[in-house]
């Protein structure tokens, strides 16, 4: 039975829910539904992004309005276009089976008339961004001075924009005896007072606790000098192969500088900020939905209404100056069930700010070293013999391979195998071996495969995403198969086609025995002591006790990427990149530069020997 069945929905809405393939309310939608169904009442409902907020209220109030009346029965305000229209057309899909419900979208930099007709052919619902309501109100475009229902949806975001007069001139020309239904992720002071100033005795829905981040999500914070900011940033990129992220800055200067410097080392990104035109941005934003942009750099303001459901990391490359707007940055990954990664890059000033972000989400940060060259290396590699055994093979080849063949019959097969991966790996190593560890600590890291006699073992293991393993499900996966307790098994690192995983020192002979002759759904698992220990020899907990999901990165990139010229647009001279040498040309160093190094030499032993026994099974 849908439990969608048992909130008092009609028969209409099911039919909508089936369609969308919902089976299980969220949180708040199992709170609100029932409640707003119940009675007309104000409520005031906190919950983080991306927890079905906009079904939490829209069943409700689809179900309350008289689709035979073609008078505006309610309002729903959010802070940007793009939210304006997602909700809009979230409201039709879910309204699909009422005839004659109408809703109409109402928001800047399209035709205000064609707007204003579309609600006079008559629209029971109308979604609209505070500035443009304001405008067709004092145009006398629009009538609500006799609707039932108001909902403020993402309230605290419209408010840190600077709506707060809009909103409480629009609330003004409302009915007093209507519902008002106030959605947002945190309850800042401004928050407060409307719900003070035009809400009647609400009652409070709270999903988790105030404030609070998304327990889906995992945070991290990485400790470097200023001037390593960005060799830092690309580093974190290079160590998930199949990075899907959203990168903040403070300001659009900062916003547009980091794009442009990421798009010259080849990495496909795009800025997102206030000065692009409307479409412009709907450029980068359907690039980005289309996975042609991997990483896209945004201001706070611009990033508001961004709603795509498989962002990997959040990264925050410079921390906003309001503690809260944090909540909303890491509310963009981990969504819809699914967990994601938080990342923070600060100097030793800004350490404190860590602490307040932790009282505020009421989760714990986890300090991570940036990644060296030779662990990126390292995972680099392992992507690439991934996605070279599986990809798919396009026969047209099949007319070249009696003369590649020719070419290549004297080599023998492991040579081939170290041949055929060092034409990518060289262009790692050799960058790599020279470069210098960029995490403030200063810590050393492991450089060889030697299991350590104390301290933790950081492991290889051939499972990962495509296998359904996240961070959670490997750790209890591994808890599980090797009878371990809950904190034996820590930075647990999930790639696409493989994972690492620390325990202590002690536990590592138990680790190789079992888990290497150990069959998953009959595939053999093959586990190796890797050559970096995750960032350092001494223990350290997850995130709040649990592994550390790391869910892509950019991938082997050893050419420019085109793709990455679509969003962004560059503007003026450029700066030198990263750790560059002078003069030279940045696509030709887009594989060495831009992909992480590993420091101090020598090949990736553990993997040859795989790929020998792989071809002997």
């Given amino acids: 039975m849908n439990k969608f069945e048992q909130l008092g929905l009609n028969e209409s809405l099911l039919l909508a829910i089936k369609d969308l393939g919902f089976e299980n309310p969220s949180e708040v939608q199992e709170k609100a539904i029932p409640l707003l169904l119940e009675k007309d009442t104000d409520i005031v409902a906190l919950a983080q992004t991306g927890t079905g907020k906009t079904a939490a209220f829209g069943f409700p109030l689809i179900q309350k309005i008289d689709a035979e009346n073609r008078e505006t029965q309610a309002l729903i305000l959010s802070p940007t276009r793009e939210l304006c229209l997602q909700i809009t057309n979230e409201i039709k899909l879910y309204s699909k089976y009422i005839k004659g419900l109408h809703t109409v979208a109402v928001y800047g930099g399209a035709s ?44 605290d975001e419209m408010l840190n924009m600077g709506f707060y007069e809009d909103i409480t001139s629009i609330l003004s020309d409302t009915p007093k005896e209507k519902s008002t239904w106030l959605f947002s992720a945190t ?93 412009q941005r709907d450029g980068v934003m359907k690039s980005f939905r289309g996975r042609q942009i991997q990483m896209l750099v945004a201001t706070d303001v611009a990033a508001r209404g961004i709603d795509v459901d498989d962002i990997t990391h959040v990264i925050n490359y410079q921390l906003p100056d309001e503690v809260e707007t ?46 060296s060259g030779m662990e990126i290396c390292e995972i680099q590699l392992f992507h690439l013999a991934n996605k070279i055994k599986d990809v798919e093979v396009d026969h047209e080849i099949d007319t070249y391979l009696p003369a590649i063949e ?20 060289n262009r790692f190593i050799n960058y790599y071996k020279k470069s210098r560890d960029l995490s403030s600590d200063g810590g050393t890291r492991r450089e060889s495969g ?40 820590f930075k647990v690192d999930v790639k696409e086609g493989f994972s690492f995983f620390n325990t202590d020192a002690e536990l590592a002979p138990k680790v190789m025995e079992i888990l290497n002759s150990f069959q998953l759904e009959g595939r053999k698992i093959n586990v190796e002591i890797s050559k970096n220990d995750g960032g350092s020899n001494s223990r350290r907990r997850d995130h709040n006790g649990r592994g550390g999901e790391r869910r892509g990165g950019g991938g082997f990139r050893g050419e420019r990427s085109d793709r990455g010229s679509k969003g962004g647009e560059r503007r003026g001279g450029s700066e030198r990149r990263g750790d560059s040498k002078p003069g030279e040309r940045k696509f030709e160093k887009r594989g060495t530069e831009s992909r992480g190094r590993r420091s101090e030499g020598g090949e990736s032993k553990g993997f040859f020997e795989k790929a020998k026994r792989s071809r002997r099974s």
């Fill in 112 to 155: 205000i008339t064609e707007q204003a007709k579309d609600i006079r052919r008559g629209a029971q619902i109308i979604v609209a961004t505070p500035g443009r309501m304001q405008d067709m109100i004092n145009r006398g475009m629009v009538n609500i001075k006799n609707i039932n229902y108001c909902v403020l949806d993402e309230a």
């Fill in 187 to 279: 309850m800042p002071q401004e928050v407060a007072r409307i719900a003070k100033d035009f809400m009647r005795k609400p009652l409070e829905i709270t999903v988790g606790h105030k404030n609070s981040g998304n327990e889906n999500v995992s945070h991290e914070f990485y400790l470097v000098s200023a001037r390593d900011r960005y060799a830092a940033l690309k580093r974190l990129a290079d160590a998930n192969p199949d990075i899907f992220s959203v990168i903040f800055c403070r300001t659009k200067r900062d916003t547009q500088a980091v794009a442009e410097k990421l798009i010259e080392d080849g990495y496909s990104a795009a800025a997102l900020h206030g000065d692009l035109s409307q479409a």
């Fill in 326 to 371: 944090y909540t909303h940055r890491s509310g963009r990954t981990g969504r819809a069930g699914k967990s994601g990664t938080s990342l923070v890059i600060i100097t030793k000033s800004e350490l404190r700010k860590i602490s307040a972000i932790e009282r505020i989400i009421k989760m714990k940060f986890e300090e991570k070293p940036i990644p």
């Fill in 406 to 425: 020719e070419v290549l019959k004297d080599i023998p097969k492991e040579e081939l195998i170290k041949k055929m991966v060092s034409v990518e790996f």
């Fill in 450 to 489: 030697e299991m350590p006699t104390d301290g933790a073992v950081r492991f290889f293991i051939n499972i990962g995403a495509r296998d359904n393993f996240d961070w959670m499900s490997l750790k209890d996966f591994l808890k599980e198969t090797l009878d371990l307790g809950r904190d034996d098994v």
